[in-house]
């Protein structure tokens, strides 16, 4: 920046015509990307805003405590067992539940593949999934939530006890969504190591496999774990997939295939019949304002695991 | 100085992109309301009709929009239907965003003070008839054993004659209207979420899953049902359109399409077509919705039933 501005002075006969033409690209570039940025900001701010005020209203307004809100096992929004209750710890739960058994499932599968695709075979293991992986990211969340209930479902209520729906058929549907976070993260980290590792490590004398698993992978770890950081994320926020198989059931459930809910699953089956500025329509809000702090959380140990390991 | 001028920048685009958002909504207000208020004689009607809602009116709302735009005296008449539900319906018309609020219940039984201000269009009716997996081996069910399986008083098949078999309650969420229906009219009270009780948001999943789930239950709307699940009478009454026209089938609810105040003309030439003989004995009945005009009983905003 400092040399593009200083640069009218060295050049000699001031204003010439190209300088002047050049000065105008400049600018117009410059105004184009502001103009972008800031309206990236004014949409980040106003939502963040809006959700805030709604959400928030729930307990400024509407005098529900916080503590009830967040530990209370009772959802009952409309009141038909009396007092309205709005304890959404069983979605917290839920939410929670589905996304890290999710990631379970999904991380040894990813890095696998990445380990696969960026050190046993480099050249046509790349070319073979790379496609793949980026088709499996591609796929619509109605898709694979549709395929749950079609497939997932049946195959769970034929081999477990239960019904087939709950929280095992939910993070296993989310497990195959955020296999390609995953595994994008982790093969990019793999890629970029210094081949100097790698190479003096097989000059030690050190198998493949050795070099792989004491040299590579607690190199590149943190790098891998902000994959499923990112991955958990996606899992965490993920609403249509997850409410088609999940059951929804406002309660914790006893098993993993007992019929359960998430904070995003409950608020897109409530949303369209409450009405705005009522106590159940703020209540979704004030989850929504909790899934955004609980982005803005896993944003923060991404940012934190970066910073602690650069190669 | 330098870090001064882009924050200055970035304020100013922010002031000016929202005026311009402003700016654009008012505009677009104008426009639709000259565009009726200029033209009231039927004959060179003009303007946009939104309707917004429940999504289980919104295939005939969809429907007749379609036919009622392509009939010549009203083609300069655009007619918008979105879903979103009926609680959205009801808090857009009241709000002003939408011309007609689509809801399945009475507005009274969602909104507070805003109710006394819409004008409730009844255009059709809708049944709905309690729904078994076809093992369940059950026929017939009473309003009581059907509170006693909704409340988890009965959690087995055999208790009600059926099979050897765990009941699974398969429920819409706690605010959808086709449950308040079911609720009021079938049950007689409301209902808590029983735990490992399955909870979806459509009806087209609920039958999905009753007609896969071994032991299941649920509850649909008249259109919706075949072969792939069991319809269980009521009190030994079956869920006919005779039935419900005649009274005899309790479970059955309005369809409502409400206006804030009167409707401004096009509005009203829709919702007058809606109401017309040929579309309420065609496509209503073609979607499986009853005409209004055939019911041989009324029922007001707390359920009270007149012939």
Known sequence: ?311 | MKLKKPLLMICTLALVVMLAACGSKNTQEDSSASGTANNDKSSELSGSVLAVGSTALQPLVEQTAQKFMAESQYSKIQVQVQGGGSGTGLTQVSGGQADIGNSDVFAEEKLKDEAKELVDHQVAVVAMAAVTNPDAGVDNLTKQQLVDIFTGKVTNWKEVGGKDEAIVIVNRPSSSGTRKTFEKYALGASTEDLKGSIQEESSGTVKKIVSESPGSIGYLALSYLDDKVKVVKYDGVEATVENVTSGKYPVWAYEHMYTKGEPKPAVKAFLDYIASDAVQNGDVVELGYIPVSKMEVKRDVDGNVSK
């Not at chain 1, 805003?49 to 916080?66: E, I, M, N, P, Q």
């Not at chain 1, 990211?137 to 209520?157: C, D, E, H, K, N």
């Not at chain 1, 904070?263 to 899934?291: C, E, K, P, R, Y």
Request: with cysteine; charged share 10%.
């Open chain 1, 1 to 311: 920046m400092k040399v593009i501005d200083e640069g009218p002075v060295q050049v000699q006969p001031a204003r010439s015509a190209r300088w002047k033409k050049h000065h105008a690209e400049d600018l117009a570039g410059r105004s184009y990307t502001f103009i972008c940025v800031a309206l990236l900001i004014v949409i980040i701010i106003s939502i963040i805003y809006f959700v805030a005020s709604k959400g928030l209203a729930t307990f400024f307004r509407d005098g529900v405590s916080l503590g009830d809100f967040l530990f209370g096992t009772t959802w009952d929004p409309e009141g038909n067992q009396g007092e309205p209750q709005y304890g959404v710890l069983p979605f917290i739960f839920g939410s929670f539940a589905t996304s890290l058994l999710a990631a379970l499932i999904a991380s040894p599968l990813s890095i696998c593949a990445s380990l696969f695709m960026t050190e046993i075979v480099p050249g046509w293991g790349k070319k073979l999934l790379q496609p793949v992986i980026e088709l499996l990211a591609g796929i619509p969340s109605v898709v694979y939530g549709f395929i749950g209930l079609t497939v997932v479902v049946p195959f769970m209520r034929n081999v477990f006890p239960g019904q087939g729906i709950g929280i095992a058929a939910g993070a296993l549907v989310l497990s195959v969504m955020i296999l390609p976070t995953i595994t994008s993260v982790a093969s990019d980290a793999l890629s970029s190591l210094p081949r100097g590792l790698k190479e003096s490590s097989f000059a030690l004398g050190a198998t493949r496999w050795q070099t792989i698993s004491r040299v590579i992978l607690p190199t590149v770890l943190p790098s891998i774990l902000t994959g499923v950081v990112l991955g958990m994320a996606r899992a965490f926020g993920e609403a249509l997939a997850v409410q088609m198989v999940i059951g929804n059931a406002p309660h914790i459930p006893r098993s993993l295939f007992e019929s359960a809910s998430t904070l995003t699953s409950v608020i897109t089956l409530d949303m369209g019949n409450t009405v705005s500025g009522s106590v159940h329509s703020n209540a979704l809000w004030s989850m929504a304002l909790a899934l955004m702090f609980m982005t803005f959380i896993f944003v923060l140990i991404v940012r934190l695991l970066e910073r602690r390991h650069r190669i």
